[in-house]
């Protein structure tokens, strides 16, 4: 392993805590955050289109410093050459979903400013592309990842967390 990795990826489901935990290392290390939504979203919700998300990534990828809160499945093979250190956040359904709820129940009443301009709403928190409905989509297939990645790193290393002890734990050592 890297004693001082400088290229990190913290990986989760939806609602995990990626981006805290990934803004978090990087004021504790000093290596610039970046923001996958950022890099994905355009004010109004609209997408990024694939091929300027992938740009987008390989130019911050192409850095030497950097942790990123995110690895998309459409952009992970830019990323993860690149990466040093993945932190996959395997937290049980439970925590994530209840960490989701609340963070974008509050979000809909504050309407905090996310990613580029956007805010979330109760009305697109039920709707049929509802981040929520997306948590329950994508689950499964990242804590396979996120497992996979264990068992047989794409990359030097791999920090699979299961508890939000742990993670504390965890970065408690950086």
Excluded at 27 to 38: F, I, K, W
Excluded at 52 to 61: F, H, T, Y
Excluded at 65 to 83: F, Q
Aim: with cysteine.
């Amino acid at each position: 392993m890297i004693s001082t990795p400088e290229r990190i990826v913290v990986y989760g489901v939806t609602g995990s805590g990626k981006s805290t935990l990934a803004a978090r290392i990087a004021e504790r290390t000093g290596l610039p955050y970046v923001s996958a939504d950022d890099l994905t979203w355009q004010p109004g919700w609209v997408q990024v289109p694939d091929e300027e998300q992938r740009r987008r990534l390989a130019e911050v990828c192409a850095g030497e410093r950097w942790v990123l809160d995110a690895a998309y499945s459409r952009w992970k093979d830019v990323v993860l050459p690149r990466t040093q250190l993945i932190v996959g956040l395997d937290y049980p359904r439970w925590l994530s979903l209840a960490r989701l709820v609340r963070r974008t129940a509050l979000r809909s009443v504050t309407r905090e400013r996310i990613c580029n301009g956007n805010v979330e709403s109760f009305r697109q928190m039920f709707s049929t592309d509802s981040i929520i409905r997306w948590h329950f989509r994508s689950f499964a297939k990242k804590r396979a990842t996120i497992r996979g990645w264990a068992a047989e790193p794409p990359c030097p290393a791999v920090v699979r967390l299961t508890s939000a002890r742990e993670t504390r734990r965890w970065f408690a050592t950086l």
